[in-house]
């Protein structure tokens, strides 16, 4: 049993768009042991991936929550430690990647990601 947190990218693959899962990613997410957990950062993520041009997901736009609930992802609270911790990482990731970078350190739990 393993703790996983969500990227947007991955969030948005396991929902169905527009991304597809490694074979890795997908036996990660499918492993009913594992305890997968999604945080304001990992929509932030997904959203900004949006605002980039680099994702479309309008039937998903303004339900993300209710979609990760559906999957039985469980919600991870953003604090302001995590932001605290966002901010001494690599300034060369945009903040909601280095906010999800401090909360899977600290909660602790491995980060998913498509990279």
């Known amino acids: ?5 969500l990227d ?5 693959a396991a929902l169905g768009a527009p991304f597809r899962l490694r074979a890795e990613a997908h036996a990660i997410l499918t492993e009913r042991a594992n305890t997968i957990y999604v945080s304001a950062a990992t929509f932030l ?3 900004e991936l949006e605002q980039d041009a680099r994702a479309e997901f309008p039937t ?3 339900r993300l929550q209710s979609a990760a609930t559906q ?9 302001p430690a995590h932001v605290d911790r966002a901010a ?3 300034a060369a990731l945009p903040w909601p ?3 999800l970078r401090a909360q899977a350190e600290m909660h602790p739990a491995t980060l998913l990601t498509l990279e």
């Open 1 to 5: 049993m393993s703790d996983f947190l």
């Open 8 to 12: 947007g990218a991955t969030l948005l």
């Open 45 to 47: 993520d997904a959203y």
């Open 60 to 62: 998903l736009r303004g």
């Open 71 to 79: 999957m039985g992802f469980i919600a991870l609270e953003t604090s």
């Open 88 to 90: 001494t990482l690599a």
């Open 97 to 99: 990647r280095r906010i």
